[in-house]
């Protein structure tokens, strides 16, 4: 298929450009067919070959969990959603999983038990994706990373700990409707919303950001864990905090220059791993031995580089 097409002047107030003879014939368009054009945010035209109903018909998934562990059948509810299924049937044995396939569906944004038997558990998807858009979720995501780290450095606290690790069920939530909004967005570009930009580069850059936030979620969750058995060691705990502190005004930085697509403070912060990183390594050799430091440090090194990847995605 040609990559480039004349535009050609019709009439006085008009242009045409010619459609190349694949895409008429894959679509099976004949002269005096319809198009449907929509325009992105970034001024670029959508062609559609139909019209784009707004009476959408529900797509409907069945999910045995015959013969599956608990962890299959979960993963097969996940990606159903993933998939953007408005109807989602488990069937089988249900009463087997009752528990653990509504905390599943619990999970997922937007997804709620409408019918419920002893052999079958019927959700249904709520939520317009026409409505969500890239940054908000993104906006989202941060802000409760941001909190998480902010309260981890509060290492007294007996029950924190759980407290951040259901804040890290609440971005994986989050994650999950990311992933389905760009696969919406790529698949319905006609019915997406205008405020999420259709081209690649943006929409992988989305992808990778999004997922690197949920990293250094997950390794505040980690880290946590292990934080308040060894609330006694009053030096080590001391030097972990101020690592932390430093990497929570890494990560807060990070994120303003990727809100003002800030290329030269991106660079300016790549520096950080290198210190950051050599600093936990430091720590690692002074306190190797003591349970559960050497953990903590590589979860820290983990975030380091969650991090380090955000700001790369500016500049790459």
């Keep these: 298929m040609e990559n480039y097409r004349k535009l050609i002047k019709f009439g006085t107030s008009s242009y045409v450009v010619s459609l190349p003879n694949e895409w008429i ?21 959508i062609f559609t070959p139909k019209p784009i109903s707004e009476d959408v018909q529900n797509r409907e998934l069945v999910i045995s969990v015959d013969g599956k562990d608990i962890s299959r059948v979960k993963r097969e509810i ?3 959603y993933i998939n953007n299924y408005d109807i989602i049937k488990i069937q089988g044995n249900v009463s ?3 528990r653990e396939i509504r905390d599943a569906i619990k999970n997922l944004m937007a997804l709620e038990i409408i019918d419920e038997r002893s052999n079958e558990i019927i959700a249904k998807d709520y939520l317009d994706l026409k409505d969500v858009t890239f940054d908000e979720i993104i906006r989202k995501i941060d802000t409760i990373t941001k909190s998480m780290m902010g309260d981890a450095k509060t290492f007294g606290n007996e029950k924190l700990h759980e407290n951040i690790a259901e804040r890290d069920e609440q971005i994986n939530r989050l994650v999950y409707l990311i992933i389905r909004t760009l696969r919406f967005t790529l698949d319905n570009p006609g019915r997406a919303n205008k405020k999420n930009i259709l081209r690649m580069t943006p929409i992988l850059n989305v992808w990778d950001v999004s997922l690197n936030i949920e990293k250094v979620a997950d390794d505040i969750k980690r880290s946590a864990r292990h934080f308040y058995k060894i609330r006694s060691k009053t030096k080590v705990l001391q030097s972990l905090i101020e690592i932390l502190a430093d990497m929570e005004k890494f990560y807060w930085e990070t994120m303003k220059a990727y809100y003002n697509c800030d290329v030269e403070k991106a660079f300016s912060l790549s520096s950080q791993k ?15 031995g003591e349970k559960y430091v050497p953990t903590i440090l590589e979860n820290f090194k ?3 580089s969650s991090i380090h990847n955000i700001g790369r995605r500016i500049y790459s």
């Design 302 to 304: 983990n975030m380091i």
């Design 25 to 45: 014939k894959k679509n099976n368009l004949k002269k005096g067919d319809s198009l449907f054009i929509n325009e992105s945010l970034n001024s670029e035209l």
């Design 78 to 80: 996940v990606s159903a």
């Design 274 to 288: 290198r210190k950051l990183s050599e600093r936990c390594n430091q720590l690692h050799e002074k306190h190797w």
């Design 96 to 98: 087997k999983y009752g």
